[in-house]
């Protein structure tokens, strides 16, 4: 019996390590990219063992997705949830898209009680992945020159990101790239919001 209960009580602070949510707090999460986008979250979502992170592929523009996911978001299994987050790319979304997209981000959340918020990166998600190897901060650069950079390091393979791929250097990657907050475009420098949504997953 004394054995059983110290299983228990270790399976207790097993489900309360940092890093691991717990299920009453479930995140879903959508992505543009079939490919690269949801390679990364999937090795990062087993690294950090988010068990309540669920991660959708919705390649529309920005300003259309909070409407084409209702029905999907209705149909998961863990709905309802604490936050929706979407990861988008700058790429050629005008400012007025996104300020579609995030007004009906907001609409969203003052209707039920899940905060809706998009990621953005400028001028893709390859700013955040390069960030893991370089000091991208005040930099400029195109997507084209950022998934060259990513495929010399033999971390992009077409857009499949390697099973090498680093995720647990999130921290670093952190420190060196330029921050724009969620539900913000950053058109200046190379930038994205995924520091903001990392934060978010592991607290």
Not at 5 to 16: A, C, F, L, Q, V
Not at 52 to 72: F, G, V
Request: hydrophobic share 30%; with cysteine.
């Amino acid at each position: 019996m004394a054995k059983k209960n110290r299983n228990k009580d270790t399976n207790s602070r097993r489900r309360g390590r940092p890093g691991t949510r717990t299920t009453s707090e479930p995140i879903l999460l959508f992505v543009q990219g079939k490919r690269t986008e949801k390679d990364y979250f999937e090795r990062l979502k087993r690294h950090l063992r988010l068990q309540s992170l669920t991660i959708r592929t919705e390649p529309q523009s920005p300003e259309n997705l909070i409407d084409r996911t209702k029905t999907t978001i209705s149909r998961e299994d863990d709905a309802p949830f604490s936050a929706i987050y979407y990861v988008v790319d700058v790429d050629e979304t005008s400012d007025k898209q996104f300020n579609q997209a995030f007004k009906a981000a907001k609409d969203a959340a003052n209707c039920c009680e899940t905060e809706y918020h998009f990621v953005v990166s400028h001028e893709s998600f390859e700013a955040w992945l390069l960030a893991h190897f370089e000091d991208i901060r005040n930099k400029n650069y195109s997507r084209t020159t950022m998934g060259k950079k990513l495929r010399d390091l033999k971390m992009l393979n077409g857009k499949r990101v390697s099973n090498n791929f680093p995720v647990e250097d999130y921290k670093q990657a952190m420190g060196q790239v330029t921050h724009c907050a969620l539900d913000e475009v950053n058109r200046e420098t190379t930038s994205t919001a995924m520091p903001h949504l990392i934060t978010e997953l592991i607290k």
